[in-house]
């Protein structure tokens, strides 16, 4: 009986046959597969335009794709085993979770595939490259504006997308390490998990309000989980909760218009799939790229949501 393991061995198999004679020369057109975490987010399609604008730049053929949404570690796993079966130049990968793709990406390496992380790493040096935001360092940001908004001291939560990419770790552990070690009069009270769905976690929201009725602020560690932070405390009235978000989808920027989420980080995902298909076709080039691409981060709330700098990095 074959498994799901057997399937993506044959796949990768199949990749094998065909990569043994590395990147294309400069004259001919490069392929490169990028493979997000999803499509259901409003960043995701807005590194998608990064992307695309990078390919029409370079001359190259870029494909874009994701999981359903961003619990479907398996099927991110297929698409990564298709993509290798289609004889690609270089890969972009943003890694649903920081292990579970390491066999499939040293397969890649030893084929001579160059694999150039974004958004989220992976626990290995097998990428030539990463384009992402620092989210330990914006985390920490989030932290010392909720600290602010809530006068430094009470209670806070986070409800984080999860606990196995790299964005999920960092923007938790970045938002946590800083609020011990700056604030000791903040307590935070609960870290939930809700898998960047809005639906999960505005119960997941309404769960924490009930458990904790001195809560003070929730910070939300991506835009599902954000939204679904705003939908949770709409929905059970409590009036007071300072929220903090990560992203900046249409619902959010309303959100903060609105006075319901206090304020936000932003990214600059454009400039995430831009660097990526950038570096991808670097390296597939055989030359020298950079190790690590900080595209970086921004704080917007209702007194700079309209300024242009800010403007230029929503994805709304």
Do not use: C
């Not at 796949?11 to 392929?31: H, R």
């Not at 935001?133 to 985390?139: F, I, L, M, Y």
């Amino acid at each position: 009986m074959f498994t799901r393991r057997h399937l993506i061995g044959t796949a990768t198999a199949i990749a094998l046959a065909g990569l043994g004679s590395g990147a294309m020369a400069q004259d001919e057109e490069l392929f490169i597969p990028v493979i997000s975490k999803g499509f259901q987010h409003q960043f995701w399609q807005a590194v998608n335009q990064g992307a695309e604008q990078a390919a029409e730049e370079f001359g190259v053929r870029v494909t874009f794709e994701g999981p359903d949404n961003e619990s479907q570690v398996d099927k991110q796993m297929d698409m990564l085993a298709a993509a290798l079966a289609n004889n690609p130049d270089a890969i972009g990968f943003a890694a649903l979770d920081s292990q579970a793709a390491i066999p499939l990406l040293r397969q890649a390496q030893e084929a001579g595939v160059p694999v150039v992380a974004f958004d989220s790493g992976v626990d290995s040096d097998i990428p030539v490259a990463t384009a992402a935001t620092d989210n330990k360092a914006a985390a920490a940001m989030a932290a010392d504006k909720m600290a602010e908004l809530i006068g430094g001291s009470g209670q806070v939560a986070v409800v984080a997308h999860d606990q196995t990419s790299r964005t999920g770790v960092d923007r938790r552990d970045g938002f946590v390490d800083r609020m011990e070690a700056e604030y000791p009069d903040v307590e935070i009270v609960a870290v939930e998990y809700g898998g960047g769905d809005h639906l999960r976690s505005t119960e997941i929201t309404r769960a924490l309000l009930a458990a904790h009725p001195d809560l003070d602020g929730i910070f939300g560690t991506n835009e599902g989980s954000a939204i679904g932070v705003v939908n949770g405390v709409r929905e059970s009235g409590q009036e007071g909760i300072t929220i903090v978000g990560y992203d900046s989808g249409k619902a959010q920027t309303d959100a903060i218009r609105e006075g319901l989420m206090a304020g936000a980080i932003t990214q600059n995902p454009v400039g995430i799939g831009y660097e990526t298909v950038r570096a991808a076709v670097a390296a597939a080039r055989g030359e020298e790229v950079e190790g690590d691409i900080d595209t970086g981060f921004y704080w917007y709330d209702q007194s700079n949501i309209d300024d242009q700098e800010i403007q230029a990095v929503l994805y709304d």
